[in-house]
């Protein structure tokens, strides 16, 4: 068994990402910040649609016409090709996500 808030350092000079499950259709990943932000005029455009769940911490997600704070127990579902980035996450606690990618079939 495991546990989402175990095996994470005290010093993280970048995010920590564990991929927890993958196949062809869908990752489920652990991400956790400490102050992290993405850099400055930087915008993820992704393939993936990402579904996320804020675990402990709190972080701000800036889209182009929006921001949204998130605490522990919000989620929030980014489609895929929505331009996004992380403002902020916590500066004075872990900030832990579970992030599910997956993407859309269509017929």
Known sequence: MKNLFRDIPDMLPE???SVLAENESVRIERIVSDGHASPEGFWYDQEESEWILLLSG???LEFEHKKVS???GDYHLIPAHQRHRVESTSPTEKTIWLAVFYHLHRE
């Open 58 to 60: 709190s972080a701000v």
């Open 70 to 72: 998130l605490s522990p």
């Open 15 to 17: 995010e920590l990402i």
